[in-house]
C-alpha cells in the first residue's frame, strides 16, 4: 500500500505552484470520472501540486515537462485508488475515530518517528515527548501522521481482512491449510553455513545508497525565525456587511434550517464560522447579560446575532434542567475585505523595505512594533497559529538564504500581515559520504549477503547446486506447526514446507539465523480431531502471503477501472 500514499509534508499555498501547470488554466467544473464518481476539477489540480511539490521536495528541482507527465499519471492512478478504496470502506462499513487512530499509534509508533532525532533522548526513543506530541501536537506536529493513519492505514488494515476473507482465500485452499494445522510430519533438515559468503561491495555501490538515500542522513533539522504582525482592522462597511450577513443566517436558522445546513452553504464567510457547544454549566454562574439572553429561549431556539468587539455570537439553548443548561454558539467574526487588507500591505511592505536594509529587529524598533523570535524549533512546528502562514513559509525556506526577510503573508485566521526573517535553517544540511560511509557498508554488505544467500538457496532448492557431502542434517520427529527450528519460532517454515508437499511442489530451501535450511519430508499424519477455528485458518494464510499482496491486488482493480480523463 505504501506506494500508493501521497507523501505527508506541510501543506502548502497551492496558488504559488499554479503557473507550474500546463493546460490547468480553464475551470471547469470536473477534471474526470473514475467507475462513475465524479473528480472534481479543484480537488484534483489540488493533489497534482502536491505530487509536483512532493517532486520538488525529494529532488530540489521543479520536474521537467517528461516528469510532469508522468505525475500527472500518477496522480491519476493515486485518485483511482482512493476512489476504489473509498468504495470498500462503504461496502464494509469501514470507519476509524480519531480516538481509534490516536491508541493504534500510541501502541504502534511509526518506524521512521521511532528513528528520529526529535524523540531521542540520551540515544534513546523517548515516549513520553512522542506521546505528549501524539495528544497535543507539541513539541512536534503529529497531525500529518494522524491523518495519514485514519485516512488511509488503520482502514486498510481493516480491509484487508475483508479481502482476504472474500476474495482471496478459496474454499481449498481453507481445507489445505486446515490439514496443514492439523498434521505432524517427521522431517529431516539440511543445514548449509553461510559464513563463507563475503560480498564484495564496490565504490559505486556505496555513492549510489548515498544519494538514493540522502534524507536518511540529515542533519537535525530546525528553522529559527524572526517575525512581526501588522493588523488589519475591518472598515465600518466590512462590519455592516458581516451584520447583514448574521442577520440572514439567523433568519434562515429561525425558519427551519440547522446549523449543519449553514456551515454545508456555499456562503463566503462559512470558512470562518465557529460552532462551539458549551457543556452544562450552572446558571448561577452565567454572566448576568449572558443569562438574560438564554433565560427568553426555549430548548432549540436561538438568539438574534449578539455584537461584540470582533464580530457577532448566535446563542443556542440546547437543553435546561432546574438549575443548569447547555447552550451553542455559532460565531460570526468579522472578516476584513479584500480593500480592507490591501489598505495595510504598503505599510508592511515599508517593514520589509527597512528590514532588508538593516534587519528585522531594527525595523520593528524604529517603526514600534512587537518583534518576535521562534528560537530553534522543529520545521513542522506551528510557531504561529495559523498553518496557512506556516506552511508557506515552510515551502520559501529551502530558496532563501539566512537572514532573508520574506514579502508580506496575510494570515485569514488572525487577521494582520505577517513579516518574517530567516535567522538560520538546516533544511538541506546532511552527514558526509565520509561520516556515514561505515554504516553504508555494513548495511549493504548485510543485503547482499542475504541476496547471495537466497540465490544460493534458490540454486539448491532447483538442483543447480549440490548439496556439500560434509553439510550436517537434523531430523525432527512429530514436527507440529508450534515446533521451533534452531531455537526459533518456525510456525511459517513449516506451513509453506506442508503446503508444498501436499502441493506435491518441489522443497524450497530456507533462510534462518544466517544458514541455509534444505527440508525433506519423510513422512505426514494427520489428527481430523484436532479443532481449528476460522481465525488460525485466516490467519496463517495472511501470515504467508507476499509483502506485497495488497499492492497486487490493488493494482488490479486500478487496471481494471473504468477512468474518463475531460482535462
Known amino acids: ?74 496522480t491519476w492512478k493515486q485518485k483511482t485508488m482512493y476512489v476504489i478504496l473509498k468504495n470498500y470502506y462503504k461496502k464494509y462499513n469501514i470507519k476509524v475515530t480519531a480516538e481509534e487512530t490516536i491508541e493504534y499509534l500510541r501502541n504502534n509508533p511509526p518506524e521512521t518517528l521511532k528513528k528520529s532525532p526529535l524523540f531521542m533522548t540520551d540515544g534513546k526513543f523517548n515516549q513520553k515527548i512522542y506521546v505528549q506530541s501524539l495528544l497535543y501536537d507539541t513539541p ?27 476474495e482471496l482465500l478459496t474454499s481449498s485452499e481453507k481445507k489445505l491449510i486446515r490439514k496443514i494445522l492439523q498434521s505432524r510430519a517427521n522431517i529431516e533438515w539440511t543445514i548449509i553455513d553461510t559464513d563463507d559468503i563475503n560480498p564484495y561491495i564496490t565504490e559505486q555501490e556505496i555513492q549510489l545508497y548515498y544519494q538514493k538515500h540522502l534524507s536518511e542522513f540529515k542533519l537535525n533539522p530546525y528553522i529559527n525565525l524572526a517575525y512581526t504582525t501588522i493588523s488589519v482592522v475591518p472598515s465600518k462597511t466590512d462590519i455592516r456587511l458581516t451584520n447583514a450577513m448574521a442577520d440572514s443566517i439567523y433568519k434562515e436558522l429561525t425558519q427551519g434550517k440547522t446549523v449543519q445546513d449553514i456551515l454545508n452553504s456555499d456562503l463566503t464567510i462559512v470558512p470562518y464560522l465557529s460552532f ?29 446575532p449578539i455584537a461584540d468587539n470582533e464580530g457577532l455570537n448566535i446563542y443556542q439553548l440546547e437543553n435546561r434542567t432546574k438549575s443548569m443548561l447547555s447552550y451553542n454558539i455559532l460565531r460570526i467574526p468579522y472578516i476584513p475585505s479584500k480593500s480592507s487588507i490591501d489598505v495595510v500591505l504598503p505599510a508592511a511592505q515599508q517593514v520589509v523595505k527597512l528590514a532588508r536594509k538593516e534587519n528585522l529587529s531594527i525595523a520593528c524598533d524604529e517603526m514600534n512594533l512587537d518583534y518576535h523570535k521562534t528560537g530553534n524549533i522543529a520545521p513542522d512546528y506551528d510557531w504561529f497559529g495559523d498553518p496557512q502562514v506556516v506552511n508557506n513559509i515552510l515551502n520559501l525556506i529551502p530558496k532563501y538564504s539566512e537572514r532573508y526577510v520574506f514579502e508580506p503573508i496575510y494570515s485569514p485566521m488572525k487577521k494582520v500581515w505577517v513579516i518574517v526573517e530567516l535567522l538560520e535553517s538546516s533544511l538541506n544540511v546532511h552527514q558526509s559520504l565520509e561520516e556515514v560511509r561505515p554504516q553504508i557498508q555494513k548495511k549493504l554488505e548485510e543485503q547482499k549477503r542475504t541476496e547471495l544467500a537466497l540465490q544460493l538457496a534458490d540454486k539448491i532448492s532447483s538442483g543447480q547446486h549440490t548439496i556439500p557431502s560434509d553439510a550436517p542434517t537434523i531430523y525432527i520427529e512429530n514436527m507440529t506447526i508450534t515446533t521451533p527450528l534452531l531455537g526459533n519460532d518456525a510456525t511459517n517454515i513449516y506451513y509453506q514446507t506442508l503446503h508444498r508437499y501436499f502441493k506435491k511442489e518441489k522443497p524450497k530451501a530456507y533462510i534462518l539465523e544466517g544458514k541455509i535450511l534444505l527440508p525433506k519430508v519423510i513422512s505426514v499424519k494427520i489428527d481430523k480431531k484436532k479443532k481449528i477455528s476460522e481465525d488460525q485458518l485466516i490467519q496463517l494464510y495472511k501470515d504467508n502471503l507476499p509483502p506485497n499482496w495488497f499492492d497486487t491486488w490493488m493494482d488490479s482493480k486500478v487496471k481494471k477501472a473504468k477512468v474518463k480523463i475531460y482535462i
Not at 476539477?41 to 530540489?60: H, M, R, S, T, V
Not at 462551539?276 to 436561538?302: A, C, H, M, T, W
Open 140 to 166: 512536534y506536529n503529529l497531525k500529518p501522521y494522524r491523518d495519514r493513519y485514519q485516512t488511509y492505514l488503520i482502514p486498510n488494515l481493516k480491509l484487508q481482512d475483508y479481502i482476504i476473507r472474500d
Open 1 to 74: 500500500m505504501k506506494k500508493y500514499l501521497i507523501k505527508i509534508i506541510p501543506l502548502i499555498v497551492l496558488a504559488l505552484f499554479t503557473s507550474s501547470l500546463e493546460g490547468a488554466q480553464k475551470n471547469t467544473e470536473l477534471a474526470g470520472k473514475i467507475n462513475g464518481t465524479p473528480v472534481p476539477y479543484n480537488e484534483f489540480i489540488q493533489e497534482l501540486l502536491l505530487n509536483y511539490y512532493n517532486f520538488q521536495y525529494e529532488n530540489d528541482r521543479a520536474p521537467d515537462s517528461r516528469e510532469k507527465e508522468l505525475i500527472r499519471q500518477e
Open 276 to 304: 462551539i457547544n458549551i457543556d452544562y454549566v450552572r446558571e448561577s454562574e452565567l454572566e448576568p447579560s449572558l443569562y438574560n439572553i438564554l433565560s427568553q429561549l426555549k430548548e432549540g431556539e436561538f438568539s438574534p
